[in-house]
């Protein structure tokens, strides 16, 4: 069995189910209020500048002081998470996190006076997050015996808190304020917080306390880099999100919302998420030999929808395609981050992870930023046209790289009995 499997301590006990042992509830109930408050806050914020008499650019603006900290600092969040554990590191964010939502709330309910005040409490939200996320993917080999199917019940949670936390936010928005969404969400974040604190894990494996931050960010790297299947992945992933995911929800927008309407474009964006949920549940029971090359055939799926949308489809053929997609990236996700989790050791996992994150999503600002400049140069049939193309070629380099087609899965384990105290857990 490998090392980065059998150097990690016992989750549960060995009577316990294989997902849904205590210590996954506990988790599972975390990481869910997490993601429902973090699916609120932009739809809240955005709205509540809006109905209060702010323009776009304040909008903007806001959302930009809540991501930018969270693209930046997300590796720092990597080591943090592996000199003083992923538990307490989650633990504080959430409860920053709480305190800044109770500010928020504030904020709103009395009226935003000083805009520097909701940017600097936008940025501690978005820093919280980027301390808790490299833990979030590390604490999963630690609750569950069955990785791959606990990340298909996570990635269900997080599909379906994608689709109803927009649609919550805009409710409590139209029938109360911004406060009430922030009110809630601070709440969300003190229930994360207290099951995070009831989680009884044995002993985590930590890098050297006398190493320097920078040695431990350098350690990271060199355990990113050693593994040809993880960079290729993260390198074929940079170039598909400048090129493909980046720009298909501006380019779609402007086709769709013109012939159909908005309403249409929110319920075809609904069914991604619908797909989604599917793609999780079904990654739950199906184990493949290879799972980075099974992951890599679920997102053939992706070129549906961009493909139908140069065709004109009608919406109900734009929305089954949309089904197909979210169910091949809900696949990928649950297969990519089992690879991530079992193959990775324990000790360098969240610094690893936050270099992953740090690869695979901070490129995707950059196609978004992009779309305006090339539709204005190409027309926006040909950018979208090129990007399902790219969509196309994504799966088959991931299947043509050998590294990342013949990565084997790690199967289940068994796990000893762990009666680890509170302050020696993760």
């Known amino acids: 069995m490998p090392a980065s499997l059998t150097d990690r301590p016992a989750a549960v006990a060995s009577a316990e189910p294989a997902i849904w042992s205590r210590n996954f509830r506990r988790y599972f109930t975390a990481r869910s209020a997490g993601l429902l408050s973090w699916a609120m806050l932009p739809v809240a914020v955005s709205a509540g500048l809006l109905s209060a008499g702010h323009g776009l650019d304040t909008a903007g603006y ?8 969270f693209a930046g600092l997300v590796l720092f969040g990597g080591v943090l998470a592996d000199r003083f554990t992923a538990r307490r590191m989650m633990i504080l964010a959430d409860l920053a996190n709480l305190a800044a939502h109770v500010l928020l709330a504030l904020l709103f309910w009395h009226g935003i006076d000083h805009l520097w005040q ?14 808790f996320q490299p833990g979030a993917s590390s604490t999963v080999p630690l609750v569950s015996r069955d990785v791959q199917g606990a990340n298909g019940v996570l990635r269900t949670s997080e599909a379906a808190t994608g689709l109803g936390g927009p649609a919550l936010a805009g ?5 109360g304020s911004t406060g009430w969404v922030m009110a809630v969400s601070a709440l969300a974040y003190a229930t994360s917080a207290a099951c995070l604190f009831a989680l009884r894990l044995g002993p985590v494996p930590a890098p050297p306390a006398d190493r320097s931050l920078w040695r431990n960010l350098a350690v990271g790297w060199h355990e990113f880099r050693s593994r040809s299947w993880l960079w290729g992945v993260v390198l074929i992933w940079m170039c598909y999100a400048v090129l493909a995911w980046g720009p298909q929800l501006s380019l779609a927008a402007g086709i769709v919302v013109p012939a159909h309407g908005p309403t249409a474009f929110g319920l075809i964006n609904c069914a991604l998420g619908a797909g989604t949920v599917a793609g999780g549940l079904l990654a739950i029971r199906y184990k493949p030999r290879r799972p980075l090359a099974a992951g890599a055939v679920a997102m053939f799926a992706y070129p549906l929808y961009p493909l139908v949308i140069l065709l004109h489809a009608p919406v109900w053929l734009l929305a089954a395609a949309q089904v197909l997609v979210g169910t091949g990236i809900g696949v990928w996700g649950v297969m990519w981050s089992t690879a991530v989790q079992t193959q990775v050791p324990g000790e360098v996992l969240n610094r690893v992870h936050a270099y992953e994150v740090a690869g695979s999503v901070g490129l995707y600002p950059l196609g978004s930023a992009l779309v305006g400049p090339a539709t204005h140069a190409f027309g926006t049939s040909h950018v979208l046209a090129a990007g399902t193309l790219v969509a196309v ?12 087609r013949t990565l084997p899965r790690v199967p289940d384990r068994p796990v000893r009995r762990s009666d680890a105290a509170p302050d020696q857990t993760s």
Do not use: D, K, S, W
């Open 393 to 404: 070629l994504t799966p088959l380099a991931l299947l043509l790289t050998r590294p990342i």
């Open 171 to 175: 409710v409590l928005v139209g029938f």
């Open 62 to 69: 806001a959302m930009a002081f809540l991501v930018a900290p």
């Open 118 to 131: 909701l940017y600097a409490l936008l940025a501690v939200a978005g820093t919280a997050n980027a301390l």
